[in-house]
């Protein structure tokens, strides 16, 4: 039996006020800023685990080419304060572990932290064409232009509750603001009755599309001197240490590759201590997740010390539709 349901009262109190707060932003008593260049902000109504660092990796990957693009984060953990921008020499405890992944694996893009979002919205905007705001939906002092909104498919926004009694964050229908819904993290196999399903669940708004994604996991790992192939473990003996949300699908991917580990699983954004990293340093081939290997890497002194990083894939079938939805928002942009 879920004890948090006992708690149900509170998330009343919880739903009132945050519902109060929106109100007041949708009739114009406080004040939310809109910007002269185009503001993507990727965010989810539940806490963690819905896919947001893949879809901003996504995004990018999408956007560079033809645009300047800048992300903003707010640096969840970091021990620094006000605007940062983020540098490759930073340490996951300066910025955050998610702006420091994204800064290595795309240093030609501005990343920058910032828990104020007009104040490092403005100060990217010299720089920046296109600005992807991460896990923004809730910072309601900012209005984007773009709004995409994540919910996982085992675990669908319409199925939760507010906290303390559920993950949502704050009520089922402020997933009207967005503009686009993903449904992240389906099975390789969904059939299409399931994800049509989905869909009826979801009760999209008129001006909303429904998409659906998956995770891609990497053929290789990395360490601070090596690539392997993903097969160089299938013999082998090794820890998988995870401090994410849900671990669930890389546990589910690897235990169907046939992999052999033990599993050492800590929460999201864990701030490793130092007992425990002595504890780490005495196993033999560690695995882990690329978010996680941004704390690691720096206090883990360790040769056999990987990260199998994933991606964001839209169905076949609809990315090119999903591509073309972006594209087209910020030409519309252009021409407003």
């Not at 893009?109 to 104040?119: D, F, L």
Request: glycine share 6%.
């Amino acid at each position: 039996m879920n004890l948090r349901k006992f708690l149900f009262p509170l998330s009343i109190v919880y739903d009132g006020i945050t519902s109060l707060r929106n109100f007041a932003y949708d009739q114009g008593w406080k004040h939310s800023k809109s910007y002269n260049k185009p503001v993507i902000c990727v965010g989810n109504l539940s806490v963690g685990g819905t896919g947001k660092s893949p879809m901003i990796e996504y995004l990018i990957e999408l956007l560079k080419k033809d645009y300047k693009v800048s992300v903003l984060s707010r640096g969840y953990k970091r021990g620094t304060k006000g605007y940062l921008e983020v540098k490759t020499t930073h340490s996951s405890e300066e910025v955050g572990d998610e702006p420091l992944q994204f800064k290595e694996k795309f240093p030609e893009v501005t990343v920058a932290v910032c828990a104020n979002r007009q104040e490092g919205i403005e100060k990217l905007l010299p720089v920046s064409e296109v600005i992807l705001l991460d896990d923004g939906i809730q910072h309601r002092k900012v209005t984007p232009y773009f709004t995409i909104l994540l919910t996982p498919f085992d675990d669908l926004y319409v199925n939760d509750l507010i906290l303390p009694a559920g993950n949502l964050r704050e009520s089922k229908s402020g997933a009207k603001r967005a503009d686009i819904i993903v449904v992240t993290k389906c099975p390789e196999h969904a059939s299409y009755a399931k994800l049509q399903d989905i869909q009826y669940k979801l009760k999209p708004s008129s001006h909303q599309k429904v998409y659906f994604s998956k995770i891609a996991y990497d053929t290789h790992i990395y360490g601070s001197t090596e690539t392997l192939p993903l097969h160089y473990l299938k013999d082998k003996e090794f820890t998988l240490v995870t401090g994410i949300a849900n671990p669930k699908p890389l546990l589910a991917y690897l235990q169907g590759k046939g992999y052999k580990f033990q599993h050492k699983k800590y929460p999201d954004h864990h701030e490793f201590s130092e007992a425990e990293i002595e504890r780490l340093q005495k196993l033999e081939i560690i695995l882990t997740t690329e978010k996680d290997y941004m704390r690691l890497q720096s206090r883990l002194k360790k040769f056999a010390l990987y990260y199998l990083p994933i991606k964001t894939s839209v169905l076949k079938e609809q990315q090119a539709f999903f591509n073309e939805t972006i594209f087209d928002a910020l030409e519309n942009f252009r021409r407003d």
